[in-house]
């Protein structure tokens, strides 16, 4: 069985086939999908469907980087209150999983940059508050995301550092951070991606978990299409082929690395 710790199924690509693109999941053999959170808009439409295949999407709270606009401690303080309340309440089974999709994003623009870094900071003590792993994103900001998490290492903070397709020196330094995993999608199955050589070289199968970011990046053979959680399985499959080992093997460890850093 595989899980799938990242896919936006709540995101208006999936709202007409939500029901197919899930039985397609299931019958791919995903056990659960992990949904990340974008924003304070979408929290209630994320929480109604989690709630709807309660045991199978798992939701997250956080503030893409991406989001992080003039509003944003107004949307700071809105999530914080709906985690307090989320961990009070106990009469249901939708708690957050994670702080996420949180972290440093300059790749478009960096406008808000100096507020993207102090939104993630305010995350980090979430987690911190909570005692919940972080799925972190970053692009071209690798540097301030290791400042940042330099500051914190104290705290054995764990989670996933989501989206991994850097060198073989990025994947070092953030994998001495100890429990935290790199979150690998369809990028390794591209024909030019250099992501194999760098697992190969770098990352041992313990320190990885699977995902989609569905509906973008799908994995090969499907590229250019909407990924979703049942197209995880090409993604294992390629894996299977860099660390030459079954894909029972990477179903089995990816499942274990998912459990010790986010469920």
Known sequence: ????????????????????????????????????????????????????????????????????????????????????????????????????????????????????????????????????????????????????MEKYRKYNLRGVFHCFSGTAEEARQLLSFPNFMLGIGGVVTFKKSTLPEVLKQEVPLSRIVLETDAPYLAPVPHRGKRNESSFIVSTATRLSEIYECEIDNIATQTKKNTQKCLL
């Open 1 to 148: 069985m595989l899980i799938d710790t990242h896919a936006h199924l709540d995101g208006p690509e999936f709202k007409e086939d939500l029901n197919s693109v899930l039985s397609r999941a299931k019958q791919a053999n995903i056990e659960k999908i992990l949904i990340p959170a974008i924003n304070l808009e979408g929290m209630t439409n994320l929480l109604n469907i989690c709630k709807e295949h309660e045991d199978y999407l798992i939701p997250m709270i956080g503030l893409h980087p991406e989001e992080v606009k003039e509003d944003y401690k107004s949307q700071l303080n809105k999530l914080h209150e709906i985690l307090v309340g989320n961990k009070n309440d106990t009469s249901h089974k939708q708690q957050f999983c994670a702080i996420g999709e949180v972290g440093l994003d300059y790749y478009w623009d960096d406008t808000y940059k100096s507020q993207q870094i102090e939104a993630f900071e305010q995350q980090i003590q979430w987690a911190i508050e909570f005692n919940l792993p972080l799925m972190i994103h970053v692009r071209n900001a690798h540097h301030d995301l290791i400042d940042l």
